[in-house]
T-cell receptor, first 111, second 115 residues
Framework: GENVEQHPSTLSVQEGDSAVIKCTYS??????FPWYKQELGKGPQLIIDIRSNVGEKKDQRIAVTLNKTAKHFSLHITETQPEDSAVYFC??????????FGAGTTVTVRA | GAVVSQHPSWVICKSGTSVKIECRSLDFQATTMFWYRQFPKQSLMLMATSNEGSKATYEQGVEKDKFLINHASLTLSTLTVTSAHPEDSSFYIC???????????FGDGTRLSIL
C-alpha cells in the first residue's frame, strides 16, 4: 500500500517567517495530494490540495508544489501568524479515494 | 458548505459496554464515508470505508465484529464499538465525500474513553 513520509515532525518559526513541510510518497499511481490542518481536539480541516496533473497551486499565503518524478510534495506557508500554529498532515490517494496520511508536523509560530 | 457533524463529541463509558458514534453530512449527500482512529500525537489511521447501502470495507487488522459500521442513508453513517475495552479509547473521526474528484470533509471527531 501507499506509504507517506512527512518531515519535519516539529517546526518552530518566528511570526512573519515562512514554514515549509515536505512529504514523499511511494505509490506512483497516487494522483491526489491534500493538506490538512488539525487543531487540538478537532478534526482535520482541508487547507489546500493538488492533483497530479498540476505542479503548483497557491491560495493566498499557502502554496503546494508537487514533483511527480521524485514523488514528493511540499506545503509552503508564508508570512506565518500565531493562528497558523497547529498540526499539519499531508496525505495521498489513488482513484480508490482512500487517504494515506503522513505522521504530521506540529507547527509553532512564535509571536 | 460541506459540513460533517459527529455526535457525540466526547463519551466516557464502562468497559464492556457498546458505544455508537454518528456521522452526518449536513448539506450534501455522501456516497462514501470513512472512519479513522487517531491515538494521541499520532496520525489518522483508516479503519473502514463505507458506501451507502452496502457493507463496509475494513482495513487489514481492524475487527469488523468489533467495529460495526452502518451506512443506511446518504447522510448518515454510524460506528458502533462493541464490548469496548480501555484499549479502544481513542479519537474517532469520520469523513464524507461525494466522488473521487471532490475532497473529503472531516467531522470534528469523537473522543472515546473507556474506564
Amino acid at each position: 500500500g501507499e506509504n507517506v513520509e512527512q518531515h519535519p515532525s516539529t517546526l518552530s518559526v518566528q511570526e512573519g517567517d515562512s514554514a515549509v513541510i515536505k512529504c514523499t510518497y511511494s505509490d506512483s499511481a497516487s494522483n491526489y495530494f491534500p493538506w490538512y490542518k488539525q487543531e487540538l481536539g478537532k478534526g482535520p480541516q482541508l487547507i489546500i490540495d493538488i492533483r497530479s496533473n498540476v505542479g503548483e497551486k497557491k491560495d493566498q499565503r499557502i502554496a503546494v508544489t508537487l514533483n511527480k518524478t521524485a514523488k514528493h510534495f511540499s506545503l509552503h506557508i508564508t508570512e506565518t501568524q500565531p493562528e497558523d500554529s497547529a498540526v499539519y498532515f499531508c496525505a495521498a490517494s489513488r482513484d480508490d479515494y482512500k487517504l494515506s496520511f503522513g505522521a504530521g508536523t506540529t507547527v509553532t509560530v512564535r509571536a | 458548505g460541506a459540513v460533517v457533524s459527529q455526535h457525540p463529541s466526547w463519551v466516557i463509558c464502562k468497559s464492556g459496554t457498546s458505544v455508537k458514534i454518528e456521522c452526518r453530512s449536513l448539506d450534501f449527500q455522501a456516497t462514501t464515508m470513512f472512519w479513522y482512529r487517531q491515538f494521541p500525537k499520532q496520525s489518522l489511521m483508516l479503519m473502514a470505508t463505507s458506501n451507502e447501502g452496502s457493507k463496509a470495507t475494513y482495513e487489514q487488522g481492524v475487527e469488523k465484529d468489533k467495529f460495526l459500521i452502518n451506512h443506511a442513508s446518504l447522510t448518515l453513517s454510524t460506528l458502533t464499538v462493541t464490548s469496548a475495552h480501555p484499549e479502544d479509547s481513542s479519537f474517532y473521526i469520520c469523513s464524507a465525500g461525494t466522488d473521487i474528484n471532490q475532497p473529503q470533509h472531516f467531522g470534528d471527531g469523537t473522543r472515546l474513553s473507556i474506564l
